[in-house]
């Protein structure tokens, strides 16, 4: 009885972890599809954290599909400062990092 028990538990795991591994689509993170263009430097499909000027206010050119983010910290720490929605352009960019997905 008590193994039947066990038995039943680990099958209920197992279970779940597949309805999840289903469910969830991608499982990790995708690169924004499109043109990031920070400084005039382009960025093809960006992803993740991107610094910004360190003591010259930052242009962003946003060309991709996804919101990028303009974090008051070097490393898309501290807080969001504000956004640059696709087709955007932002002079200046008012913080130190940006991150998009």
Known sequence: MRGT?????????????LVLAVAVPGGTAQAANGLLIIDGVPHTDPSG???LGDFVPSEVVNLTDEVAFVWSGP?????VTGAVLPGQT???APGMSLFIA
Not at 5 to 17: D, E, I, K, S, Y
Not at 75 to 79: A, K, L, Q, T
């Open 5 to 17: 028990r066990r038995a039943a538990r680990v099958l209920g795991a197992c279970t779940a972890a």
């Open 49 to 51: 954290c991107h610094p």
């Open 75 to 79: 490393f898309c720490d501290g807080r």
């Open 90 to 92: 932002v002079r200046p």
